[in-house]
């Protein structure tokens, strides 16, 4: 492949294949070249990169939590909030098993359930699930997970985007106790009451 720039200076590019030319005893007495204007093929190429290479920032810095799985269940995408929030790097999730390795062990198999079933092409919103952190603490983690499919539709596995619910869920969770706790309380309190 070469650059060609034009009498206007528009660069222009060829795909030349070269062949030599020989005079009738067979000696070498020039070059022919055939060549075919790739340029539009080049311009287009150049975009989709840059077309990638924009949307692999926007996962990456998202302000969400992202992570995939491929077919085998290993983890193959997870950007920097995802990161951020469980303490695993990059390169330490990169390959390692998502349930078995991050999920904790109550939540495994329904978690497996969904990973099984956005490979069949069945995706999922707003499941609950708890990520263990590097420091062993417990993220929760409000997921919808996506089918991905490679340029000839085919399943090459599963990505999640999550919202940290974390907060919430401690404080639904603190609820739940202070009432559960009350109703006891007056449930001693009547069982007093009925007896005295």
């Given amino acids: 492949e070469l650059e060609f720039c034009t009498k206007s200076n528009e660069i222009r590019y060829l795909l030349v294949n070269a062949t030599t030319r020989r005079d009738p005893d067979g000696n070498i007495v020039g070059v022919v070249g055939v060549a075919q ?12 990169a840059a077309m990638a290479r ?18 085998n269940g290993n ?19 990169m390959s390692r ?28 919103s707003n499941y609950e699930l708890e990520f263990r952190t590097k420091s062993n603490e ?9 089918t991905r499919r490679d340029a000839n539709n085919k399943i090459v596995g599963v990505v999640g985007v999550a919202q940290d619910v974390t907060e919430a869920a401690k404080h639904d969770r603190a609820v739940a106790a202070m009432a559960n706790e009350l109703r006891q309380l007056v449930d001693t309190a009547n069982a007093a009451l009925a007896v005295g």
């Fill in 54 to 71: 924009e949307l692999r920032q926007l996962v990456d810095t998202a302000n969400a939590p992202i992570f995939g799985i491929d077919v």
């Fill in 75 to 93: 983890v193959n995408e997870w950007n920097d909030k995802t990161a951020e929030i469980t303490g695993f790097s990059y390169e330490e999730a």
């Fill in 37 to 48: 204007d790739v340029t539009e093929a080049k311009e287009h190429d150049r975009a989709v």
């Fill in 97 to 124: 098993p998502l349930v078995q390795t991050f999920i904790v062990p109550k939540l495994r198999g329904s978690v497996q359930e969904v990973m099984d079933n956005a490979l069949l092409g069945v995706q999922t």
């Fill in 138 to 146: 417990i993220r929760y983690l409000l997921v919808n997970s996506t």
